[in-house]
Each structure stands twice: as structure tokens, then as C-alpha cells.
């Protein structure tokens, strides 16, 4: 009886940068996969037989890159927004004009199922094209049951449209909708209620704690809501002020809390503790033309980790490149190259609770690569508007 070779599929004669312990930089390695899953992390001398074997020719291998971060599915865009605020207005003028996340809340609602994916995949080919394999993907633009479990579902068709893996949040606690103006309680009150039926559909909770969005108090109660679910959850947090958002969010132990520009020592210390990721949004600053930056050397010395993503959204980070999110993570946070390279493959599986299976290079995970024609890391990082993917692999293919 002929023997099954020990892998399907083996990628030799690599540079690997397996991301387990720092870069984790591997010489004419090589990566093989069986069942959609890692078998061999290695050497090309100490390679098992495969099926097929691919020659990379010295090309580097990461993990695939992980976008922990987006508002991918949306109705309409708001360019028109981006033309108010070269003239002056801010991000609080737009929302409380009637602007801002409410008005695409409109253009969401609006909205079929179908038209939401069709509209969504662009931005996701791109991301894609860069080696992403895995997306997060937020509602929030809906507001009310009917049309977040409408955003829930198109995120997750998106999954079933392209290779990829996709990770639903469910952040109904996003803004305010029109009819439960100056009743932000009683609308917190809806949203707390809505989540046995969206508990199906999302992999986590999310909310945004800051002036315009909903106060500690409100988030709490979501997130106690969610904790009798099992639902993780994650926060929008200091973006805007400091509203003491990260320390709630530690306290339930969320998964990560995001921007966190205006974060101070207690919060950095309070995420240290409960093991937060921080998730930093460069593209938003940037756009924002914000000026006060994430204490990035404050969750650096406490070791709190930390992730990079596009926050990929249509009023505040119209972006989708990860790739440019790490040069502007190194340029505008002062992020290293380790740690932007970390923080789209190791930490950003970390702030989706995925690390278990996705991140690294080891075995027993699931074999999504990225194969770059690169002659180091750094220019993953350095490089802007340029995208050195060779071969993108998705559970071994």
C-alpha cells in the first residue's frame, strides 16, 4: 500500500519570518501544509516529502496579514464630508450637523443585502491583494435590528465570495440614530436587547466610548449584556478625548481597545493587566490630520501588545492597504518595523482571539501565507504604494 506523502503541499527554499518570537527569521526555510493545516516549519534540508513542492527561489514567507480592524460594509461613501473638513469643519461639526456616521447610516439602511456585498468587495480585493487573509468586519452603519443583522450577514457572505476569512462585530453602539435623539439610554436599552438575535452572526461586541458616542456607563451595560451571551467584546476607545474607555474595556476583559490617542498611564496600565491589545489606526490620524499620537513607548514598556489595521471606513480612513498602515504606523506612531510586522500578523490574531489558530508560522495552524519578493522585512514597511506580493495562500492553497 503506497504511503501518503507527509504533505500536501511544501513551499522549500524560503526565508521565513514565522513571527513566534519576534521576526523569527528562519534561512532557507520551509513550510509545508496538510489538511489545510501547518505540518512542518523548518529548514528546506529537513523538509518531508509532499505531493507538490513549490521553490520559492529565496523569497521571504510571512503569515498571511490580518486586517483586525474595518467598517468594510457600508452604503454610500462621504467624499463630500472630506471636502467639509478641508474647509475647516471637525470630525464633532460634521456628526452633530447631521453628518458623519449618521449619514451613512442612511445610505446603509437604504441598502439591499446584495448591494452591500457588491459594493463591499472592491475594497476587499484590495486588501486581498496585499496577503491579507483574514478581515474583520464591523456593522454600526445600521442602527436598528433589522438592518444590522442585514450588515452581520453581508460581512459573512463575504467570506463565502472570496477566500478569505472573515470576523463579524457587531457595534450597534456606534452613534445615535435619529429617532432616539436625546435618549441615548433608551437606545442602549435596544441595543442591549437586540443581542440574542445578532449573537449568531457576530464574534464580538464592540462600542464607541467618546463625547459623541455613548458614555462609560452605557458601554458597561452592553458589555455586562454581552458577557451573559460569551460574547467578547472590544471598544472604541480615546480616540477623540479621554473618556476612560480602555480601562473599562479592560475591566471585561476585552479583547483589544482601539485608537486609544488620547490614552493615558491608567489606561495603559489597566490593559497591561487584563492582557488588552491596543489597536492602533494610523490611517485615521492621518486622514483626521489628528496631532496627538498613541503613547506607543507607554504600552511599549508595560508590554501591552500591540496591533495595526486600516480602520478601513468611508468617513474617517478610507483606506484598504494594510501595507500603508504599517509605513504610516512607523512614520506618524514611531512603530518598528518588528512591531508593525507583529502588529498585521501575531497581534492583530491576538486582538481577535484568534492567535490559537492563526498569526504565525507553526504547526497546527491554519496555512495562510503571504510569499513576498523582497529582500528584508523592512520593506514591507517602507515601502508606500507598492506591493511586493508574489503569492498569496489561503489553507494551503
Not at 75 to 80: E, F, H, L, M, V
Not at 241 to 267: F, P, V
Request: a negative charge; charged letters at 25%; hydrophobic letters at 45%.
Amino acid at each position: 500500500m503506497t504511503m501518503r506523502p507527509a504533505c500536501d503541499r511544501i513551499w522549500t527554499h524560503a526565508r521565513l519570518a514565522t513571527l513566534r518570537d519576534g521576526v523569527g527569521v528562519v534561512e532557507d526555510g520551509a513550510v509545508g501544509v496538510r489538511d489545510g493545516l501547518i505540518s512542518y516549519v523548518g529548514s528546506t534540508d529537513g523538509a518531508p516529502d509532499a505531493v507538490e513542492t513549490i521553490d520559492c527561489e529565496g523569497r521571504w514567507i510571512t503569515p498571511g496579514l490580518i486586517d483586525c480592524h474595518t467598517h468594510l460594509v457600508h452604503g454610500g461613501d462621504r467624499a463630500a464630508e472630506f471636502e467639509m473638513r478641508l474647509a475647516g469643519a471637525s470630525y464633532e461639526d460634521i456628526a452633530r450637523a447631521g453628518g458623519g456616521i449618521v449619514s451613512t447610516m442612511r445610505a446603509t439602511r437604504e441598502a439591499s443585502e446584495e448591494a452591500l456585498v457588491e459594493s463591499a468587495l472592491p475594497r476587499l480585493d484590495a486588501l486581498i491583494a496585499e496577503g491579507v487573509t483574514t478581515v474583520e468586519v464591523k456593522s454600526g452603519y445600521g442602527l436598528d435590528l433589522d438592518n444590522e443583522v442585514k450588515m452581520l450577514r453581508a460581512a459573512r457572505r463575504l467570506g463565502s465570495e472570496r477566500a478569505v476569512s472573515i470576523r463579524t462585530s457587531f457595534l450597534g453602539a456606534h452613534a445615535l440614530p435619529p429617532e432616539f435623539s436625546g435618549d441615548a439610554d433608551g437606545y442602549i436599552d435596544l441595543v442591549c436587547g437586540m443581542l440574542p438575535e445578532i449573537a449568531p452572526l457576530a464574534d464580538a461586541v464592540d462600542g464607541f466610548c467618546e463625547g459623541i458616542g455613548f458614555s462609560p456607563a452605557q458601554i458597561g451595560r452592553l458589555f455586562e449584556a454581552a458577557g451573559r451571551l460569551g460574547l467578547p467584546v472590544k471598544l472604541h476607545a480615546e480616540q477623540l478625548s479621554n473618556s476612560r474607555g480602555a480601562e473599562l474595556a479592560a475591566r471585561h476583559g476585552a479583547l483589544s481597545a482601539d485608537h486609544l490617542e488620547h490614552l493615558d498611564d491608567a489606561g495603559v496600565a489597566a490593559m497591561a493587566r487584563a492582557g488588552t491589545v491596543a489597536v492602533l489606526l494610523p490611517g485615521a490620524f492621518y486622514f483626521m490630520r489628528d496631532t496627538q499620537a498613541p503613547p506607543v513607548e507607554a504600552l511599549r514598556r508595560a508590554g501591552v501588545p500591540m496591533a495595526v489595521a486600516t480602520d478601513c471606513n468611508p468617513g474617517t480612513a478610507p483606506l484598504t492597504s494594510l501595507l500603508l498602515a504599517m509605513n504610516m504606523g512607523a512614520t506618524l506612531f514611531r512603530l518598528t518595523v518588528e512591531e508593525c510586522l507583529a502588529g498585521v500578523t501575531r497581534e492583530a490574531a491576538r486582538a481577535l482571539g484568534m492567535l490559537e489558530r492563526v498569526g504565525t508560522l507553526e504547526v497546527g495552524k491554519r496555512c495562510d501565507l503571504a510569499v513576498w519578493d523582497i529582500e528584508r522585512p523592512a520593506e514591507l514597511v517602507y515601502r508606500m504604494g507598492y506591493n511586493p506580493l508574489h503569492a498569496r495562500v489561503w489553507r494551503g492553497l
